[in-house]
């Protein structure tokens, strides 16, 4: 990884201004896999702003590879105005979230693959806000562009997660909740619903959302508009 944070970092610890790039991960020798292209955050929470995170891949036939651009393992931090692109892990792309919360602002996310979560892949009871921010171009061979499982929960509002690829949803999630707002999620390209799992989704443009999908608890102020 280029830039790692395992000493316990809180949020007062800040990484600013800086371009992270060609990173090729963390070698855990335990499971004998990378993780963090980027940034490596083990039981750290640190704070990071104006940043590139960029062209950083993790490959070298261990897997599975996690988190292209982040890796966060006990950690709760947040990311904020910063351009995450060009990243590549086979659990998450851009992120990858183990027991760990992140927040989101005014980000940039595009050009990230992944086997799924080119966005982010989140696992065991793992969290994240994100708001304002725009996801595009990003590809994912079989999951969604945000994947989930065990307990996660993400909160969506005013950002936008258009025309990426995905092999399955843009969003899926496995027993694991979501509440979107104000958001637009449209020209994805898709082999399924857009959505798979529990949402709330009220006041968005989401394709299709003129169906009733059996697994929206709130459906309310929905449009579908190109």
Same mark, same amino acid.
């Given at each position: 990884?280029?830039? %790692?944070?395992?000493?316990? @970092?809180?949020? &007062?610890? %800040? ?6 790039? @060609?990173?090729?991960? @963390? /070698? ?41 651009? !982040?890796? !966060?393992?006990?950690? &709760? ?7 995450? $692109? ?8 851009? !992120? $990858? ?10 980000? /940039? ?52 997660? %258009? ?9 899926? /999630? ?38 009733? !999908? ?13």
């Amino acid at each position: 990884s280029v830039v %790692v944070f395992n000493n316990g @970092e809180d949020s &007062s610890a %800040v990484l600013k201004g800086f371009t992270i790039q @060609e990173g090729s991960g @963390e /070698l855990i020798t335990t499971f004998n896999t990378l993780k963090g292209g980027g940034i490596y955050c083990l039981n750290s929470s640190p704070t990071f702003t104006n940043l590139i995170i960029k062209n950083n891949i993790l490959s070298g036939g261990l897997t599975p590879t996690e988190g292209g651009g !982040f890796y !966060f393992e006990n950690s &709760s931090s947040s990311v904020s105005n910063s351009n995450i $692109h060009s990243n590549d892990g086979e659990n998450g792309g851009a !992120f $990858h979230l183990n027991n760990s919360s992140i927040t989101l602002n005014n980000c /940039l996310i595009y050009n990230n693959s992944s086997n799924s979560g080119p966005f982010i892949d989140a696992y065991s009871n793992s969290s994240a806000f994100i708001n304002n921010s725009l996801i595009f171009n990003n590809n994912a061979n079989s999951g969604g562009i945000i994947n989930s499982n065990f307990n996660c929960y993400f909160s969506i509002i005013q950002t936008s997660i %258009v025309f990426n690829n995905s092999g399955y949803n843009a969003i899926s /999630l496995y027993s694991s909740n979501a509440d979107i707002l104000n958001s637009i999620i449209y020209s994805n390209t898709l082999t399924s619903d857009p959505l798979s799992g529990s949402f709330n989704v009220k006041y968005s443009n989401i394709e299709y959302g003129n169906i009733s !999908f059996p697994y929206w608890n709130i459906n309310i102020g929905n449009i579908d508009v190109d």
